[in-house]
C-alpha cells in the first residue's frame, strides 16, 4: 500500500491543523492506521492509530484529548485534526499501515508501510 500525506503547516500555539493521508495501491479497509511523529534530534515516537473499521482509536498521553484520528474508507484516507497545538507538537509527521488484517496494536507497534512526512510547526 502507498501512503501519501498532506495537511502540515505553521500554526501559532493554540491554534488547529488537520491533516490527511491517502491511501492506494491495495484494500484500505484492510488496514489498522496509525500516525507518528518525530522531532529534530528525537526518535519517531507514535501518536494516534485506528482500527481497520474505525471502532477503535489509541492515542498518546501527550495528545489525548487535543488530536483526534478518524478515517473514511470509500476515500481511502485517514485523517488527524489537531487541535490546541503546542510547540511541542512540532515534528514531521507520517502515517503508517498496519500489516494486513492484524489488530490495532499492531500499527502502533509494528507498522509495516510508511507514507512520506509532512511538517507541523507551532510557533510560541
Known sequence: ????????????AGGSLSLSCAASGSTFSDYSMGWFRQAPGKEREFVAAI????????????????FTISRDNAENTVYLQMNTLEPDDTAVYYCA???PFAAIVAVMRTPAYWGQGTQVTVSS
Not at 500500500?1 to 501559532?12: E, H, M, N, R
Not at 482500527?51 to 487535543?66: C, K
Open 1 to 12: 500500500v502507498q501512503l501519501q500525506a498532506s495537511g502540515g503547516g505553521l500554526v501559532q
Open 97 to 99: 499501515a498496519g500489516p
Open 51 to 66: 482500527s481497520w473499521s474505525g471502532g477503535s482509536t489509541l492515542y498518546a498521553d501527550s495528545v489525548r484529548g487535543r
